[in-house]
């Protein structure tokens, strides 16, 4: 129709251990995935072929390439964009990784709109900047991006493919069009249970629910 447009859906990642969120500034204009399986092979004698036998699956990896452009604004790239998708590789001394109780860097979500998200770490990021203001300041930058698969998604109940958080809390960031019974339905697979998450968030306006608002889900 002449004279409608379309709002595209920004991708983001969101640190799951701080709930804040990079917005990808423009959407990749493409990914992949690539996945390993662990198989040893056995020693069988006067064989031309060995048997194998499988030892464990690997998360997957996902990789990508974002790009961010400031030019317009005349605003340094690193300071919106590119320094907090950075903070993301950086050691948070108050999350310990439970095998040696060292800091670690956080688990994010890559998420692109409601159809799939990627819970992982951030193994390799690398940052390029490209386009400077006469004074040096950076304007534009791409960044490579690989990601580690930490949840198996069939292992995960039904839910907002932007909910999650840490030490088993779960968190819904409201998106245009979420409705209450919409967020029940996803997190318990009952539309009627939207009280639960009304009460845990004293909401009094229950028909109004702002686009990125973070609501708690509380458990059943």
Not at 31 to 36: C, D, M, R, V
Request: charged share 25%; with cysteine.
């Amino acid at each position: 129709m002449a004279g409608t447009e379309t709002a595209m859906t920004r991708a983001t990642i969101t640190n799951l251990d701080t709930q804040s969120v990079v917005n990808c500034m423009f959407n990749p204009k493409e990914y992949s995935f690539s996945k390993t399986n662990s198989w040893e092979e056995g020693k069988v004698p006067a064989q031309n072929i060995s048997n194998m036998t499988f030892t464990g699956g690997k998360g997957a990896s996902l990789q990508m390439q974002l790009f961010f452009d400031t030019v317009d604004e005349g605003t340094d790239v690193r300071k919106d964009y590119t320094d907090p998708l950075w903070e993301l590789m950086v050691i948070d001394s108050k999350k310990k990784d439970k095998k040696n109780k060292y800091g670690r860097p956080p688990c994010v979500r890559f998420q692109w709109g409601k159809s799939w998200s990627f819970e992982a770490v951030i193994t390799s990021m690398k940052l390029q900047f490209t386009l400077f203001d006469t004074d040096g300041k950076p304007l534009r930058a791409t960044a490579d991006l690989t990601f580690q698969q930490i949840k198996d998604p069939k292992h995960l109940a039904p839910q907002n493919p932007t909910s999650g958080g840490a030490g088993g809390e779960r968190v819904w960031r409201v998106q245009a069009g979420d409705t209450l019974a919409w967020i029940a339905h996803r997190e318990y697979g009952d539309s009627t249970k939207w009280r639960l998450i009304a009460d845990a968030n004293r909401l009094q306006r229950v028909r109004e629910l702002n686009p990125g608002t973070m609501l708690v889900i509380p458990n059943e």
